[in-house]
């Protein structure tokens, strides 16, 4: 039993560690969020019923795809 409770936590470690050098990085990240998303346009009459912080949230989320991805206003 002594035995088993000094192997398993190197055991652990060492299984953590293979799967940490399994991990694939994404392609550049600004790029598949690009893929992703879309411009948000909403009509008048929704923007109209829209609360100041939805405003803010679109806003901001069309920014970033416009920095990002060159989206156009």
Request: aromatic letters at 6%; hydrophobic letters at 45%; a positive charge.
């Amino acid at each position: 039993m002594l035995l088993l409770g000094c192997l398993l936590p190197k055991c652990l470690l060492f299984g953590g560690l293979l799967l940490a050098g399994c991990a694939t990085p994404v392609s550049p990240a600004r790029q598949v969020w690009c893929d992703h998303n879309q411009p948000r346009r909403a009509s008048a009459a929704v923007v109209a019923a829209m609360t100041r912080p939805e405003l803010d949230e679109i806003n901001a989320y069309n920014g970033k795809g416009a920095r990002w991805c060159g989206w156009k206003p």
